[in-house]
């Protein structure tokens, strides 16, 4: 589950780069995720799971031209690296 929660943070951090996308993370209903009409449809194999759904969409066309509202503080983008 920490490698799934790794792979959509990354997925979020690319994302962010392309202002025409929106997406989110949803771990659905567990009753629609776990049915058996949704392995068949993502073909998955008995020892499979599914954790959720990763939702990316393209903005309109007509709101592409209105302002990024998305809020990012600089602070939480720097890095530091230990050694020790």
Avoid at 11 to 29: D, E, G, N, R, V
Avoid at 42 to 53: A, H, R, V, Y
Wanted: hydrophobic share 35%; proline share 1%.
């Amino acid at each position: 589950a920490a490698a799934v929660g790794a792979a959509v943070q990354n997925m979020h951090i690319q994302t962010s780069k392309f202002p025409h996308l929106a997406c989110y993370w949803s771990s659905w209903h567990n009753d629609a995720r776990d049915s058996d009409e949704m392995k068949e449809f993502l073909s998955m194999e008995d020892e499979d799971k599914c954790f959720g759904f990763f939702i990316v969409a393209q903005q309109s066309e007509r709101f592409s031209k209105t302002r990024d509202r998305r809020r990012r503080d600089r602070s939480l983008m720097d890095v530091e690296w230990r050694t020790e």
